[in-house]
Every structure is written in C-alpha cells, then in structure tokens.
C-alpha cells in the first residue's frame, strides 16, 4: 500500500528537532502546530497566545506554558530585533521576608509553595512542563528550587526551561546543578533567555570542541590557562572556527616553529580571519595562492615575513 499526505490549502512546516521532544504532551503538540499552520501568531504573542488558547479551548497559561517548552527545546527561540525584555524583579533585600541564605536559594516550605502556587497562575503549569523536561516528577525541595527562580530571582519561565534543557544536554539533570547555574548566570547579568540562549551557546559549543582542541595540541591533562581559554574562546564562539580551520592553524604553528603553540595558533587565527577567511576552503585556496607566488620567486613574500616576525616572537626548537 502507498501513502500520500493530504495537503489541502495549507502546508503545515515543523523544524526536524520536534522529533527529539520527549516528554512533550497532547497539549503541547497541539500548541506547536496551531503557532506552525499561522506564522503571524509568532508575531505578537500578546494576540497569538489568546487567539490559540481560544481556538484550542484550552487556557492562556496552558498555550504559555507550551510555548515556555517548546522554547526550553530550542523549537521556539527569540526573534533577530525583538524588543528588549522588560527588566527583572530584583532579589528581596536582605532582612526581608525571605534573605539569601549563604548558598543556594531560598528553602520553601509547603505553605509557601502554595501561596506561590495561587498567587502565580502559571506557575503549576511552569513545574510541569519542567517535570516533563528532566523527564521525572520533582520532590517538594525541586519545585522550592523552580519557586526561587521565578519567585527570588524574577526569572521567566522560558529562560527556567532553556536552562533545563541545557542541563538535560550536558547530561547535568540536576536541579542543584540548574540552581547553582542560575545563581552564576545571575551574578553575571544574564537574567533573559535573549542573553540566556547566546550564553549557553558559548557554554556548549566550548563542551563540544575544547577536548578536541586540548587533544590537537598535545595537552594531556592540563587545563588551559585563563589566556588560553580566552583565546579558544574566541576561536569558535566568536570567530566561529570549525575544527577543520583550527587544524589548519594548528599544522601552520608546527611547521613554523617546529611545536604546538596556543598563542602562535590565534596569531594566525585572528589574522586569517581578519583577511576575510571564514572556512577551510577560503584558507586552503589562500594556502596554495601563497605557494605560487613563493615558486615564482618573489623577492619580497609578506607572508615569509609574517612567520619570520612570530619567530623572533616565539622563538624556534
């Protein structure tokens, strides 16, 4: 038997990464498919949310609530020249009703969880659609950790999902481990998911390429030191090196001054990147390019001169 979709009028298009979505509902399906079948609710969520809560017959905080986790999976992210997200609630002044402890966040009894629970009224559905991210149910202390954020920290449910989820990516699903990282993320100013997402890019994409790099070099066990992070930092979170350019700089430090060398490595980095090289092809047609003129025998090479300079720098074996 052969099968065809039924388009009809419409065309329903889903980014790949749903399929990867475990613990989403009935609901959030749904959710997901209504904001998919009208781009224009995307638009302005203020109509979007109630438009679809009503064509649903579902509540707004159940669609928002959707829309928070299908943002903590990376299906919904923030559009280029949204406006700025309002500010934050501060932390409560210490001495008031509930000071900071010296680690962690506040600790909430059972009482307060519910006054926190009527006063907010996503915040239920907030818990769930954490429990269905780590995929477990949380223990009265885990939702007293979700509470904090929202309620001590001000932090809005879709950032308190990314971070979720990006516990659940670095295999961390710990709500202790989110709670430490929001404290961190907190003290450096990151209190929107705008901010929350490109951070935790930087977080990941340094986890995914820093062994490799640390390999490449022949580092061993060591660590890098703080210029050397900076450094590799800049590399792919900034420059947004692969490791195939990376390796290319890499060969060119060893062939210039017979060994591994970080700081030599981003000298060459940042200048190729500064002429306008963004990949591995721009940078081998460059490579061969300066190979011909080498056999044509110019009498002055800039590029013989370059590596000439970072020996006197580095020095040689």
């Known amino acids: 038997m052969k ?31 209504a904001f998919a079948a009208d781009g224009t609710l995307c638009a302005d969520m203020s109509r979007g949310v109630p438009q679809v809560a009503e064509q649903l017959l579902l509540s707004r905080e159940a669609v928002t609530a959707s829309v928070s986790f299908w943002r903590g999976m990376g299906v919904f992210s923030a559009a280029t020249g949204d406006a700025a997200p309002t500010a934050k609630t501060p932390p409560r002044a210490a001495g008031s009703k509930k000071g900071m402890p010296d680690r962690g966040l506040p600790t909430y009894g059972a009482a307060e ?8 009224a996503d915040f239920t559905a907030l818990v769930g659609a954490c429990q269905q991210t780590f995929g477990k149910i949380f223990n009265a202390a885990e939702v007293g950790i979700i509470a904090g954020m929202t309620d001590y920290l001000g932090l809005e449910g879709d950032y308190i999902l990314l971070l979720l989820s ?49 390999a490449m070099f022949g580092m061993a066990s060591r660590a890098f030191t703080t210029k050397e992070k900076a450094m590799v930092e800049n590399w792919v979170c900034v420059m947004k090196y692969t490791m195939d350019v990376i390796k290319l700089a890499y060969e060119s430090t060893v062939d210039a001054i017979g060994k591994p060398s970080i700081s030599y490595a981003n000298t060459i980095l940042e200048r190729w990147h500064a002429e306008g090289y963004r990949d591995a092809q721009d940078v081998t047609r460059a490579m061969e390019e300066y190979r011909r003129r080498k056999q044509g025998g110019s009498s002055f090479d800039a590029d013989d001169f370059f590596h000439a300079a970072l020996k006197n720098t580095y020095g040689e074996v």
């Open 113 to 120: 969880l519910a006054d926190i629970a009527e006063s907010r």
């Open 166 to 214: 990006h516990c659940v990516r670095m295999e961390k699903k710990s709500l202790r481990y989110a709670e430490k990282t929001a404290l961190s993320l907190y003290d450096d100013g990151v209190t929107d998911a705008v901010a929350l997402e490109e951070r935790l890019q930087r977080i990941e994409t340094m986890a995914t390429d820093t062994g490799q790099i640390r």
């Open 3 to 33: 099968l065809q979709l039924n388009y009809g009028n419409r065309v329903l298009v889903l980014p790949a990464g749903v399929t990867e979505a475990a613990g989403a509902t009935a609901v959030d399906w749904r959710v997901l498919c």
